[in-house]
């Protein structure tokens, strides 16, 4: 199943986070194994960045996400924000979904047409299907 994944949805994967939801932790699995794509917004690497700076996840987790790009053994997608995605925004209405960096990731799942990853309960409460 092809699906887009928010930023503690991919940490926890990378973390091998026992917090990951069981139907995530599939998706990730069947990524692993070639049986689906999940997206990556670029937003998230931003954020993940970010949390890195302010030293709330560990410092090489950028590096971890590369690494398990460079490995080969993954369908892991980084999904550029494109004008399409900014054109999706307007399908994500700004009282559903408030924070800027979960607009774009719903958008980028609504312009792929796939459903997104994430415990975040404004993004399972929004127009598009969640998987947790």
């Known amino acids: 199943m092809d699906a887009v994944t928010d930023t503690h949805g991919l940490i926890w994967y990378l973390e ?3 917090r990951l939801g069981p139907d995530a ?3 990730f699995d069947d ?3 070639g049986r689906g794509v999940i997206y990556v917004p670029t937003i998230c690497l ?3 960045v ?3 700076e302010k030293g709330r996840i560990p410092k090489d987790m950028k590096d971890r996400f590369n690494a398990r790009l460079r490995s ?3 369908s892991l997608v980084v999904a550029d924000l494109t004008a399409a995605v900014v054109d ?3 399908r994500v209405p700004r009282d559903e979904v408030p924070d800027l960096p979960d607009r774009v990731v719903v958008a980028t799942a609504l312009h792929l047409g796939v459903p997104v990853i994430s ?3 404004t993004i399972q409460l929004s127009s598009v299907p969640a998987i947790w």
């Open 25 to 27: 932790g599939r998706a």
């Open 16 to 18: 091998d986070d026992p």
């Open 119 to 121: 415990k975040d309960r």
């Open 50 to 52: 970010y949390l890195q």
């Open 46 to 48: 931003v954020e993940i």
């Open 31 to 33: 990524c692993d194994a």
């Open 72 to 74: 080969g053994r993954t």
């Open 88 to 90: 999706a925004l307007d």
